[in-house]
Nanobody, 120 residues
Framework: QVHLVESGGGLVQPGGSLRLSCAAS????????MAWYRQAPGSQRELVAR???????NYSDSVKGRFIISRDAAKNTVFLQMNGLKPEDTAVYYC??????????????WGPGTQVTVSS
């Protein structure tokens, strides 16, 4: 089994920055693509950013130029550096990853989420 745990959320003023982290743990044989999603109240969960195993990245138009996704493959960790935060970035942010535990197949996993609130 593989577990994802996010950290780094909180309350920040408009224009501020936060850095989210997500570490995968468990009997991990391999981690593939990793991503961040977010879900605001009353809205569907949406993709924010994704990074492939080869470090190819893609972003939603709403965060392009403000957010940066990166990963530390040796530590099975993905980061989301969020700059120029806006009130509309307020949401629960979820980590997502394709991973394979030993003696298992690749599955898709979700973290429990971390709240990000942008408000003055």
């Amino acid at each position: 089994q593989v577990h994802l745990v996010e950290s780094g959320g909180g309350l920040v003023q408009p224009g501020g920055s936060l850095r989210l982290s997500c570490a995968a743990s468990g009997r991990i044989a391999s981690v593939g693509a990793m991503a961040w999603y977010r879900q605001a109240p009353g809205s569907q969960r949406e993709l924010v950013a994704r990074i492939s195993i080869g470090n190819v990245t893609n972003y939603s138009d709403s965060v392009k130029g403000r957010f940066i996704i990166s990963r530390d493959a040796a530590k099975n960790t993905v980061f989301l550096q969020m700059n120029g935060l806006k009130p509309e970035d307020t949401a629960v942010y979820y980590c997502n990853a394709d991973a394979r535990a030993y003696f298992s197949i690749f599955r898709n996993y979700w973290g429990p989420g971390t709240q990000v609130t942008v408000s003055s």
